[in-house]
């Protein structure tokens, strides 16, 4: 089977999120990247060199620049003649193009897998993660996003694949790009974190977040995370929230500090290698899935805490 | 302008699902349904943009069973002026849907049709994009804020790091995350008078659609379990462990 796998990248560099993907492909056949966007050659050497990448496809073509579907999909569709499988990140690119692709080509998408049963058998995630649920498809082609934390990641070095021009791309016309606010971080970025400390409602304002929960993650050089409702409420940005409708994540050590625990954002967490929770009531559902529970207030725990370690 | 609304009858989202015992699915015998909450969204979007004077009409079409009528009250509750129940008790997965609801916007021509992200049943995540390829229209996922000027329609999406904001010309495609608003609860008096607003009711068959599955589901198992964890006494008690674990040492 051949594969293509859509690479995620800013036109400079290629994100993380690629090289789980790159794993999951390599166990359906022989890898093929696609990068597709303006300017980006940089990203196609960098891909060249993953092991296990058998050929690089570059589109390289100022309609490409912002990854918008209507211009890549069609793009992928026609690549698609002379591959069998279509393998993105379940992020925010990839479930964006991924699905606009698999209803060219008349195939149902599956979504978010967490493993490779079969040539044609998956396994995903279904009801938040309360169920897993293990599919086979009958479509001819295969499209399909992956769930990062579910795959380790292919090595940086080692490969050699060719480098292929791909032309055709062209302007849709449908859409257009206005702008991008990226919120500037120096910390470790959420989903390919090996420590994160998360806060929740408990809280209660921004300005305690950073108070409390920043000094933490700074000692354990980790990255921030937090519940909807310390969202919703406005103590961080929205790409903050992990749960079913905000990041997955999967680190080594996820230290949840007054968040109770509630179904959606366990989906998004509860495959941590070691969950520590801080909540001050004992029967908050956190403790039900943490390894390590304090029952404290979390404004005196998390500065003693952090001044211990 | 015409709003066309999809809305899923699914789990309510503050039930724990349970896996039947069999493999098959999980029991959705005797637990309560709702409207999908990014669906709500996406209605309560469109009456803000009806309200707002930028579009005459918003209708809502569900794709399910008999009971999906509930959902679709629900939806004419809140303001939605008519709806279309497309009733079958088969499993329609989201190409099926994307299928049929192409052919809805062949008949109705809206110039927007609002979905939820994913449905919180299946997670998929992706009707509203293959809706979006089917009609060759462009699309806005995961909308944060969303403005309708004329003939297009100017959307912040949430991306991972942060906002992307594009402009489709309309016809287009735009799908609700949580930010977008705050849906509106359904008054007493709207939900006696959604009773009498139009719901015409449809099958599959009558759009000429195969919605026979592509994926088979060989079984659904509950997710691993994690091992019970320990409580410690203390502060010190946990800079002892983390430090065991290699973690801040």
Redesign the interface.
């Known amino acids: 089977m051949k594969t293509l796998v859509w690479v995620e990248h800013d036109n400079a560099v290629m994100k993380d999120a690629t090289l789980a993907v790159v794993t999951a492909a390599g166990k359906l056949g022989e890898v093929h990247a696609l990068v597709a966007g303006s300017g980006c050659g940089a990203v196609a050497e960098q891909v060249a060199k993953v092991a296990g990448v058998a050929t690089v496809h570059v589109a390289d073509d100022a309609s490409l620049e912002?990854g918008?579907?209507?211009n890549v999909?069609p793009l992928v569709a026609k690549l698609m003649e002379s591959h069998d499988a279509f393998l993105a990140p379940a992020?925010?690119?990839g479930?964006?193009?991924?699905?606009?692709?698999?209803?060219?080509l008349?195939?149902?998408?599956?979504?978010?897998i967490l493993s490779v049963e079969g040539p044609k058998?998956f396994t995903r995630?279904?009801?938040?993660?309360?169920?897993?649920?293990?599919?086979?498809?009958?479509?001819a082609k295969l499209v399909i996003t992956v769930r990062g934390t579910a795959f380790d990641k292919a090595a940086t070095e080692g490969g050699s694949a060719a480098i292929e021009a791909v032309g055709g791309a062209s302007d849709?016309?449908?859409?257009?790009?206005?702008?991008?606010?990226?919120?500037k971080s120096e910390r470790p970025e959420l989903?390919s974190a090996k420590?994160i400390v998360s806060g929740g409602r408990a809280l209660g304002s921004g300005e305690k977040f950073e108070e409390v929960i920043t000094p933490l993650a700074d000692?354990?050089g980790a990255g921030i995370g937090a519940s909807?409702a310390a969202?919703?409420a406005g103590y961080v940005?929205?790409?903050y929230q992990v749960g079913?409708?905000g990041?997955i994540v999967a680190p080594?050590?996820y230290v949840a500090v007054g968040i109770s625990g509630a179904?959606?954002h366990l989906a998004g967490m509860?495959d941590s290698k070691?969950?520590?929770a801080?909540n001050k009531d004992?029967d908050a559902p956190i403790?039900q899935?943490?390894?390590?529970?304090?029952?404290?207030d979390l404004f005196t725990?998390v500065p003693?805490?952090t001044g211990?370690? | 302008m015409k709003i066309l609304v999809p809305v899923k009858r699914v789990?309510d989202?503050n039930v724990?699902?349970r896996?039947k015992a069999d493999g098959t699915g999980?029991d959705l015998a005797n637990v309560k349904m709702s409207m999908n909450p990014f669906d709500e969204i996406a209605v309560e979007e469109a009456l803000r943009i009806k309200e707002a004077g930028k579009a005459e009409e918003v209708v809502a079409v569900s794709v399910g069973p008999a009971k999906a009528q509930e959902t679709l009250r629900t939806a004419l509750a809140m303001g939605a002026d008519r709806a279309i129940l497309i009733e079958t008790d088969e499993t329609v997965?989201?190409?099926a849907v994307?299928k049929l609801l192409a052919k809805v916007a062949a008949e109705e021509n809206p110039g927007l049709i609002l979905l939820g992200?994913?449905a919180?049943?299946?997670?998929?995540?992706?009707?509203?994009?293959?809706?979006?390829?089917?009609l060759?229209?462009?699309?806005?996922?995961?909308a944060?804020t969303v403005s309708v000027e004329g003939d297009s329609v100017?959307v912040a999406?949430?991306?991972?790091?942060?906002?992307?904001?594009?402009?489709?010309?309309t016809p287009?495609i735009v799908t609700t995350?949580?930010?977008l608003n705050e849906p509106r609860y359904a008054s007493l008096p709207n939900i006696m008078k959604a009773k009498k607003k139009p719901l015409d009711t449809k099958t599959p068959g009558d759009y000429g659609v195969d919605i026979a599955?592509?994926?088979?589901?060989?079984?659904?198992?509950?997710?691993p379990v994690?091992s019970a964890?320990?409580?410690?006494a203390?502060?010190?008690?946990?800079?002892g462990?983390?430090k065991e674990?290699g973690?801040?040492a």
Do not use: C
């Open positions: 912002h918008l579907a209507e999909a992020t925010t690119t479930k964006n193009i991924a699905p606009r692709v698999a209803a060219l008349d195939v149902m998408q599956i979504s978010d058998t995630p279904i009801y938040a993660g309360n169920a897993i649920a293990t599919v086979e498809s009958s479509d849709a016309g449908l859409s257009t790009f206005l702008s991008a606010e990226i919120a989903t420590i000692k354990l909807r969202v919703d940005p929205n790409d079913q409708t990041k080594e050590v179904i959606q509860k070691t969950i520590i801080i004992e403790f899935v943490a390894d390590i529970g304090l029952v404290a725990a003693e805490l211990k370690l | 789990i989202y724990k699902p896996v999980v997965e989201p190409l994307a992200k994913q919180i049943d299946d997670d998929s995540n992706q009707t509203g994009q293959m809706l979006a390829a089917l060759g229209w462009g699309q806005a996922t995961f944060n100017t999406r949430e991306i991972d790091g942060g906002l992307q904001t594009v402009k489709l010309n287009a995350d949580l930010r599955p592509r994926l088979t589901t060989l079984k659904v198992t509950e997710p994690r964890g320990i409580k410690v203390d502060v010190d008690a946990l800079v462990k983390l674990m973690v801040g």
